[in-house]
Each structure stands twice: as structure tokens, then as C-alpha cells.
């Protein structure tokens, strides 16, 4: 084999080939990155069982064949090289790699016992890039990270009526984004259990594509899911077993709310809550002079904080776990946040507050992004 | 166990030397021969102490020491070397003796018993339409904690531990392989369950195919955390 590559493409494909690779594998030969010269390019993939990464970039390429090469060391080396292009050729089972004066040889592993690539041919639909990007972002914080419930540490996904929604939760919090769903291509109604922290990198790497091509399929008993863009696919293993039916705990409509400036209740929650003990929560009144913050039960310090809010309805106290409530308002990007207050019959149970965006004070956002909270029981 | 209460001083001599100024403490002699000094925390650990076996002798002091206030010398010597702790008591406060008897032991595994009890009957926990078909299953080289079949009836074996590392895979890797010979039980799949599962645990098992279960023992045993939850 004996391709040359651009520098900067090639370690763009090679970074991103390696980005979902294990950290320690217990079969070395998933640690490498598998590169294909064809006359048509070379692809680069990685592999574990769970997930793959799969990209093809150009290349003049001379000599076609495979290779099987270490993928974290591949990739710091080809993030450093000088700014030439690349040469790589196989020689007597090692490769050698010249950028400019710079000259490398690495071993190659063998190819005949690396896994079948999953392939991807149906696609299911697409979604808007940036869209998905963001709704990854503000979904995936309330993602739980317990192994405890493996079924909640992913984001569910979906499909109907041309729109996508993707939830998460920890059972303190729901977090639920809808965006578009064009399904010209096929499907138009299914659901997908996406590992939270996988679904995160592909938002990330996919992210600043125009378009993202989405596809569900079922291989051999186990269900994967494959993400699209520029040339560069994701696929992971779905996680089995049934979302609990979280969207059902959402009020249908609710006329007590509050309406802050989110920068303001951001920048108070998080001065307030320096002095809180770990765990603890701050306790919010709402009047209709504003919110008060108020932190309590540390012996060596208290903090309050008011600051201005637009009630409607009666008086109101939560109290609220302050990383929780930002991850909520981090999440809403909007100037405006609106907080509502369910109602409970449940003495020992709080009613959840609601958190959406708000355009002004008085125009509600129109982005559908939705974050439950469960208060916590009030001290005192 | 006698306990003494005592003003002293106290001093290491041997391989390594330490010495401790004139203070109130602990002084534990155990009936093994071992004594231990201890001041009022450090948690378990002693100030100072001389491991058994090794001999105590209480002597009066010299001229000198009685001038400067010691009123008996305790020297504990070792029996293997010439390692020696002086503890010189200027005054006791305390003084009493108590008969232990023998000691039945730490039960390390309380928990994992219980653990074992709380998902033999909470059994859906390994997935649903799994059963129960009997804890403690004997094979030749010992007990497997739990025999359970999953939904499609398929044999499937449970080894439970507080804090599962790398020896538990091991244990069940070996009850697996035995079991798989029972023609009546094959194939029969391992599930590793624990509180807490080492991530390098978690890889050997999930490389040998054995499934990894995490449990909130808190949850099992139906006590509530304080902290409200959604659903």
C-alpha cells in the first residue's frame, strides 16, 4: 500500500477515527485505526463492538491495499507533523510515514482478525446540524451517569410527525428538545436508546454539518444507529430495554410562573451556592417583590441574594439543587427563562418546576425545550 | 485486657528510636502480650506499640527517675530482637481488667448475605421475566450465589459481591466453566453483580461475556434517600 494525503485533512480524519476509541481494550487490535486506500481515497475506521467511526478523505493514491495501525499514536504523530504532505507505504509488515524531513515507522497489526465494519446502507431520515448539535447538548446534561439503571444513562430518541425528540433523565430531572425531522427518506415514526456520552461526541463531531443522515437499523439481534455528515459516519450499539415514560410527568398547562432575566438567576444561583455543603440545596422564594435566594444549613456561612422576577400567581418557596437548576437554565439559551410551579398532592413530594425559554418577559421562546426539576423537601 | 489510664512518657528503643514527652494516655496490654499506647484520637492507630510475642516487666525506678517523678517503669521487650518500649508512669489515673474471651470474628460478609437475600427476592432486577431457581446452587468447587433462568428459560448464574473486582470475575469464571459442562444446566450465562463494579473488573467480565450489574442496595432495601425523585 502507498498513498500521500494532505496533512491537515488526513489528521482531521485521523483525530476524528480515534476520538470514540476505547481508553484500554482487552483485544489490542480494537486500540488501532483501520486505513483503506482505494483508487478512489482512503477511509479510516475504528471499531470496538459498540461503536464505530468511519471516514473517507482523498488521497493520491499509488498502491492500493490495508493497514492496521496503532490509532492514539497514529494520531499524535500525524497532529504534529510539519506542514507537508504525507507519504505512507508498507514495508516488510511495518509502515513508514514521511512528512517533509520527518520520517516514522510504525508496526502494523493484522488486518485478517479485525472485526467486520457495521455497514450502513437505509437511511431513516435527516436532521438540521445545528439543531441536533444544540438539543444534544441540552438534553444530554440530565442524562443519568448511575450504572445502577443502565436504561436512563442514554438519550431516547424519537420520530413522529416530521419531528424528532430526544429525552434524558436522572429521575430528578427530564430534559426534553424537539427539532425537525424530514423522513422523506423512509421512516417517519420510531424510537432509538442512544448512550448519553457516545451521543455527546457525535453532536460535537457531526454538529457543524449543514445536514446529519440518520439510520436505524437491525443487525443480527443487536439494533444500531448511524449518524452521517461530510463524509464521516458514527454508528452505536442502541442500549436495550424501555425508556421509562418520563414525557407524561410534563403538566399540560400551568398558570403559576415566574419569569427571570437567565443570566441574572444564573449569576446569583451560583454566588449563593459557594457557601452551601455539597448536596444541599438553595431555597427560592418567589413574591411578587422578586425571588429571594437563600442559602442555609452550613454552620460557618449563610448567603441570600434577591433579584428581580415577574410572578404570576401566589407566593411560592422550592427549594432547588443548584447544579441541577443551572444544568436547567445553561440549557434554555434564551435572555428570558420562565419557571413554573406544578401542583402535588403529595405532602412528602414537592410538585416539579418547570424551566422554558423566554423570549421577553412577556413572549414565551418557541424552541420546545422543556426541563422538569424536582424540588427538593423544604427544610424548616 | 487491662486498661490503664496513666500520665507517662514513653520511649522506643531497637532497630528504630521514637520518643513521647509526658502526657496522659491509653496504655492497652492485651492478652496476646501486646501493648498499646493510645491518645485520645488517631482513630485506631497507637502512638506506640510492641507486637506480640514479648514479655512485660514493671520495675521501681532509679534514684534519678524517682526524682523526676516516675513512679514505676513498664518495659515491654520483644522476644525475636532487642526491640524494647519503656513507658515510664509517673502517675495512674486508671487502672481496671476485663476478661474478653474469644472473639468470633469480623462478618465481613453481612451485606453480601443480605445483598444476596434482598435480589433472590427482588430477582427482575437481573431483567425482566428472569426467576429464581434456588440461592446458594452447589457445583463441585463451591456455591454459586444465585440460580436464576431469564425470560427465554436459559440458565443463568449471579455472583454477588459488595465491590466487584477482578477475583469475583475470576470466582465466577471458574463456576461457569464447570456449570457448562452440567449438560442439564448449558449453556448457562454469568451475570456479575455488585454495588460497586472496578472498571477494569467490568472489562475482563464483559470481555468473557459475563454481564455486569450494578445494585443500589439502599433501593433494595426499600430505604428512602430524603432526596425526592421525579418518578
Given amino acids: 500500500m502507498r498513498f500521500q494525503a494532505n496533512r491537515d485533512v488526513l489528521s482531521d480524519a485521523v483525530s476524528f477515527a480515534v476520538k470514540l476509541l476505547p481508553q484500554r481494550t482487552t483485544l489490542p487490535i480494537l ?7 482505494t483508487d478512489s481515497g482512503i477511509s479510516l475506521a475504528s471499531f470496538d463492538y459498540e461503536v464505530s467511526a468511519q471516514t473517507e478523505i482523498a488521497a493520491e493514491v499509488q498502491e492500493p491495499g490495508v493497514i492496521l495501525v496503532s490509532g492514539r499514536l497514529l494520531a499524535d504523530i500525524v497532529s504534529k507533523l510539519p506542514n507537508a504532505p504525507v507519504q505512507f507505504a508498507t514495508d516488510e509488515g511495518k509502515i513508514s510515514v514521511d512528512c517533509g524531513s520527518a520520517h516514522f515507522t510504525l508496526l502494523s ?8 465494519l457495521p455497514s450502513v ?25 448511575d450504572d445502577v439503571t443502565p436504561v436512563i444513562t442514554g438519550v431516547q430518541l424519537e420520530i413522529a410527525d416530521n419531528v424528532l425528540s430526544l429525552v434524558a433523565t436522572d429521575r430528578y430531572r427530564v430534559a426534553v428538545r424537539e427539532i425537525d425531522w424530514d423522513g422523506s427518506a423512509g421512516v417517519t415514526e420510531a424510537t432509538a436508546l442512544v448512550p448519553a456520552r457516545t451521543l455527546q461526541e457525535i453532536g460535537r463531531t457531526l454538529g457543524h454539518a449543514s445536514t446529519i443522515q440518520v439510520a436505524i437499523q437491525n443487525n443480527d439481534d443487536r439494533e444500531l444507529i448511524a449518524f ?3 463524509q464521516k459516519t458514527v454508528t452505536s450499539l442502541l442500549i436495550k430495554g424501555n425508556f421509562p415514560p418520563v414525557k407524561r410527568l410534563f403538566p399540560e398547562s400551568v398558570d403559576h410562573y415566574a419569569v427571570l432575566n437567565t443570566g441574572d438567576l444564573i449569576e446569583a444561583t451560583r454566588r449563593v451556592q459557594i457557601v452551601l455543603e455539597r448536596e444541599a440545596a438553595l431555597r427560592f422564594s418567589f413574591s411578587s417583590e422578586g425571588l429571594t435566594l437563600e442559602a442555609i444549613g452550613s454552620e460557618q456561612a449563610q448567603a441570600s441574594e434577591s433579584i428581580d422576577a415577574l410572578l404570576t400567581g401566589q407566593d411560592t418557596v422550592v427549594s432547588l439543587k443548584p447544579q441541577f437548576l443551572l444544568d436547567g437554565l445553561s440549557s ?14 403529595n405532602p412528602n413530594k414537592p410538585g416539579p418546576v418547570l424551566i422554558t425559554s423566554q423570549t421577553s418577559r412577556e413572549q414565551a421562546g418557541s424552541d420546545n425545550y422543556k426541563y422538569l426539576l424536582q424540588p427538593n423537601l423544604l427544610l424548616r | 485486657m487491662r486498661l490503664v489510664i496513666a500520665r507517662c512518657s514513653v520511649d522506643y528503643a531497637g532497630r528504630l528510636s521514637a ?53 514505676s517503669v513498664w518495659t515491654v521487650a520483644a522476644k525475636k530482637s532487642d526491640d524494647r518500649l519503656i513507658v515510664k508512669v509517673h502517675e495512674v489515673l486508671h487502672d481496671s481488667e476485663h476478661e474478653l474471651g474469644v472473639d468470633p470474628g469480623l462478618v465481613k460478609d453481612g451485606v453480601e448475605a443480605h445483598l444476596q437475600k434482598l435480589l433472590a427476592e427482588q430477582i427482575e432486577l437481573l431483567g425482566e421475566g ?13 456455591p454459586v ?20 473486582d477482578i477475583d469475583g470475575v475470576e470466582q465466577l469464571t471458574r463456576y461457569l466453566e464447570l456449570m457448562n459442562r452440567d449438560p442439564h444446566l448449558a449453556p448457562v450465562r454469568g451475570v456479575f453483580a455488585a454495588q460497586e463494579i472496578k472498571p477494569q473488573a467490568r472489562r475482563l467480565a464483559e470481555d468473557r461475556g459475563i454481564r455486569c450489574v450494578v445494585l443500589d442496595y439502599e433501593a433494595m432495601k426499600g430505604v428512602d434517600s430524603g432526596v425526592p425523585t421525579l418518578f
Fill in chain 1, 121 to 145: 446502507d437505509q437511511p431513516a431520515g435527516l436532521v438540521p446540524g445545528d439543531a441536533f448539535a444544540e438539543a444534544v447538548a441540552q438534553v444530554g446534561v440530565a442524562a443519568s451517569r
Fill in chain 1, 332 to 345: 434554555v439559551h434564551s435572555e428570558f427563562v420562565r419557571i413554573s410551579f406544578t401542583k402535588t398532592d
Fill in chain 1, 109 to 116: 497489526m493484522p488486518v485478517e482478525e479485525y472485526p467486520t
Fill in chain 1, 31 to 37: 486500540s488501532g485505526v483501520l486505513i483503506r486506500s
Fill in chain 1, 228 to 230: 452521517t455528515a461530510d
Fill in chain 2, 145 to 164: 450465589d444465585i440460580l436464576a433462568r431469564d425470560a427465554k428459560g436459559a440458565a443463568v448464574a449471579v455472583e454477588l459481591k459488595r465491590r466487584g
Fill in chain 2, 130 to 142: 428472569h426467576t429464581l431457581v434456588r440461592r446458594e446452587y452447589m457445583t463441585a468447587i463451591g
Fill in chain 2, 19 to 71: 520518643h513521647l514527652p509526658l502526657a496522659t494516655r491509653l496504655i492497652m496490654v492485651k492478652a496476646d502480650g501486646s501493648v498499646l499506647v493510645h491518645s485520645d484520637g488517631g482513630s485506631y492507630k497507637p502512638l506506640n506499640w510492641m507486637s506480640p510475642p514479648c514479655s512485660l516487666s514493671i520495675a521501681e525506678p532509679d534514684a534519678e527517675q524517682a526524682e523526676a517523678g516516675v513512679s
